[in-house]
C-alpha cells in the first residue's frame, strides 16, 4: 500500500533554511512524479513544487529561487529544501502522489516566525 511520510519541519527565523523529507513506500517511486504541496489556515492549497520520473522540477512563482525539490531513488525519498525563508512560507507541508489516485502524506508544519 502507498504511504507518504514527511519530516523535517519546524520553526526557523526569516531567513533561515529547511529541508523537508517525504519517505514513500508502496508503489515504484522512480516511476512517478512527487509533489510538494502546502496549506496555511485560512488559504487555499497551493503547490509548491514537483519534480519528474525524469528530473525535471517545476516550482510556483513564490518559491522559485529559494527552494529545491530533489529526488534520491534509491532511498525511495523526495526532498524540498527550503531557503531565505519567509513567514509567507508559514504553512503544513504536505508529500503527495498520484498512484491511480492521489495519496498524501500527514504533513509536516513549517513556521517562519521571529
Known amino acids: 500500500q502507498v504511504q507518504l511520510v514527511e519530516s523535517g519541519g519546524g520553526l526557523v527565523q526569516p531567513g533561515g533554511s529547511l529541508r523537508l523529507s517525504c519517505a514513500a513506500s508502496?508503489?515504484?517511486?522512480?516511476?512517478?512524479?512527487m509533489y510538494w504541496v502546502r496549506q496555511a489556515p485560512g488559504k487555499q492549497r497551493e503547490l509548491v513544487a514537483y519534480?519528474?520520473?525524469?528530473?525535471?522540477?517545476s516550482y510556483a512563482d513564490s518559491v522559485k529561487g529559494r527552494f529545491t525539490i530533489s529526488r534520491d531513488n534509491a532511498k525511495n525519498t523526495v526532498y524540498l529544501q527550503m531557503n531565505s525563508l519567509k513567514p509567507e512560507d508559514t504553512a503544513v507541508y504536505y508529500c503527495?502522489?498520484?498512484?491511480?489516485?492521489?495519496?498524501w502524506g500527514q504533513g509536516t508544519q513549517v513556521t517562519v516566525s521571529s
Open positions: 503527495k502522489v498520484v498512484v491511480t489516485t492521489p495519496y
Open positions: 519534480i519528474t520520473s525524469g528530473g525535471s522540477t
Open positions: 508502496g508503489f515504484t517511486f522512480s516511476s512517478y512524479w
